[in-house]
T-cell receptor
Framework: QQQVKQSPQSLIVQKGGISIINCAYE??????FPWYQQFPGKGPALLIAIRPDVSEKKEGRFTISFNKSAKQFSLHIMDSQPGDSATYFC?????????????FGQGTTLQVKP | SQTIHQWPATLVQPVGSPLSLECTVE??????LYWYRQAAGRGLQLLFY??????ISSEVPQNLSASRPQDRQFILSSKKLLLSDSGFYLC??????????FGPGTRLTVL
């Protein structure tokens, strides 16, 4: 019940296209859902995050869509660029706990072809 | 602004040797601290977390230990490294808002 399932494992998109990565969770106590971007040899960087009181959050070309009833959330990258090629991780957490522990998805390797 | 440091950046160690990786955070007080390991091409495995000085919680049984001797210092150790300890070790910190920030990582190769 603590798992976060992420798909697809890898994704190839043409430059200018839309990249979509999906995540699903089981624990309804999760109330914080971040996405991280990781380039090879670097630590993951927080990209965008959402809480379940909203269904969508947009920051530039990155949008999180959140479906509370389906227990799913997704990352949309509009106008994908070769510089977006990286590994993306979704995660979930319970802010009510004091540990701040994140449960991560398995990761999606995105390649944007020029 | 907050900054997180990890050292060393890379390390090559023989099997059976000890290990000490250090992580320090600047610009924040009483953060939660975390150690993760990432195998090549794989996801993030939480190893330890700490909500305060001297308070360590272990997520998985293994050959490693962690300590938090100061508020903003987190240390990952091993008495005898195994081949399976190779990986990319990441330290992270968070505050109550839930946002968690990662350090640059340490690439450990055990030969």
């Amino acid at each position: 019940q603590q798992q976060v399932k992420q798909s697809p494992q890898s994704l190839i998109v043409q430059k200018g296209g839309i990249s979509i990565i999906n995540c699903a969770y089981e624990n309804t106590a999760f109330d914080y859902f971040p996405w991280y971007q990781q380039f090879p040899g670097k630590g993951p960087a927080l990209l965008i995050a959402i809480r379940p009181d909203v269904s969508e959050k947009k920051e530039g070309r990155f949008t999180i869509s959140f479906n509370k009833s389906a227990k799913q959330f997704s990352l949309h990258i509009m106008d994908s660029q070769p510089g977006d090629s990286a590994t993306y991780f979704c995660a979930a957490s319970m802010l009510s706990g004091n540990t701040g522990k994140l449960i991560f998805g398995q990761g999606t390797t995105l390649q944007v072809k020029p | 602004s907050q900054t997180i440091h990890q050292w060393p950046a890379t390390l090559v160690q023989p099997v059976g040797s000890p290990l000490s990786l250090e992580c320090t955070v600047e610009g924040t007080s009483n953060p939660n601290l975390y150690w993760y390991r990432q195998a090549a091409g794989r996801g993030l495995q939480l190893l330890f977390y700490s909500v305060g000085i001297g308070q360590i919680s272990s997520e998985v049984p293994q050959n490693l230990s962690a300590s938090r001797p100061q508020d903003r210092q987190f240390i990952l150790s091993s008495k005898k490294l195994l081949l399976s300890d190779s990986g990319f070790y990441l330290c992270a910190w968070s505050v109550s808002s839930g946002e968690q920030f990662f350090g640059p990582g340490t690439r450990l190769t055990v030969l």
